[in-house]
């Protein structure tokens, strides 16, 4: 079973920043994409930033030049920072990874239980 577990979520004023962390445990062989999803109230569920084993990234184009993702393979840990924070930042963020809990196993996508984020202005 591998679980993922989000933190660093909370109210921050607008221009403050926040950092993310989501650490994923239990039997884990390799992890390769993780990201970071947000979802807005009456919103759809919406990709924020992902990277892969190799550190590529990619951004949504509202929060470019604004959130950093990263990830220490290592600590099984991705990060996102986020600063400028603006209140359409105002989402519960998700974060995701592709996992292989063996060599023989497939991929398989997990989700964490989401981190709100409060942004007011």
């Known amino acids: 079973q591998v679980q993922l577990v989000e933190s660093g979520g909370g109210l921050v004023q607008a221009g403050g920043s926040l950092r993310l962390s989501c650490v994923a445990a239990g039997s884990i062989f390799s992890i390769n994409d993780m990201g970071w999803y947000r979802q807005a109230p009456g919103k759809q569920r919406e990709l924020v930033a992902s990277?892969?084993?190799?550190?590529?990234?990619t951004y949504t184009d509202s929060v470019k030049d604004r959130f950093t993702i990263s990830r220490e393979n290592a600590k099984k840990t991705v990060y996102l920072q986020m600063n400028s924070l603006k209140p359409e930042d105002t989402a519960v963020y998700y974060c995701?990874?592709?996992?292989?809990?063996?060599?023989?196993?497939?991929?398989?996508?997990?989700w964490g239980q989401g981190t709100q984020v409060t942004v007011s202005s």
């Open positions: 995701n990874a592709d996992v292989r809990t063996s060599i023989i196993n497939r991929l398989t996508n997990y």
């Open positions: 990277i892969t084993s190799r550190g590529f990234t």
